[in-house]
């Protein structure tokens, strides 16, 4: 399974962006999709996640009311449309792709078995 996300770039306070994650190699019906972030000298971190089974989704309290998780299956693509951003929201993001993540870490990296490059985001203040 191959993951290629795309859509980053510079933004002002306030923008919008769509990040794209085209997923290939695999039934992308099959598969939990989740977007995570990772500043300079900090960890990665969950920001939005959407589950397979239900198509519940999911954001971390920082980026709800503000950032969306989607899905184009004839696409077998994953968005991430972002609004009013901040500065802080700067970061490589990273599209990542589970078969079986189970419940408890829909937020956690190790939920995920492929990744995607990342896309640099920089929100200007």
């Known amino acids: 399974v191959q993951l290629q996300a795309s859509g980053g770039g510079l933004v002002q306070a306030g923008g919008s962006l769509r990040l794209s994650c085209a997923v290939s190699?695999?039934?992308?019906?099959?598969?939990?999709t989740a977007w995570f972030r990772q500043a300079p000298g900090k960890e990665r971190e969950f920001v939005a996640a959407?589950?397979?089974?239900?198509?519940?989704?999911y954001y971390r309290d920082s980026v709800k009311g503000r950032f969306t998780i989607s899905r184009d299956g004839a696409k077998n693509t994953v968005y991430l449309q972002m609004n009013s951003l901040k500065p802080e929201d700067t970061a490589v993001y990273y599209c990542?792709?589970?078969?079986?993540?189970?419940?408890?870490?829909?937020?956690?990296?190790?939920?995920?078995?492929?990744w995607g490059q990342g896309t640099q985001v920089t929100v200007s203040s």
């Open positions: 990542a792709a589970g078969a079986n993540t189970i419940l408890s870490t829909t937020r956690l990296p190790r939920g995920y078995n492929y």
């Open positions: 190699g695999g039934t992308f019906s099959g598969y939990n």
């Open positions: 959407w589950r397979k089974s239900g198509g519940y989704t």
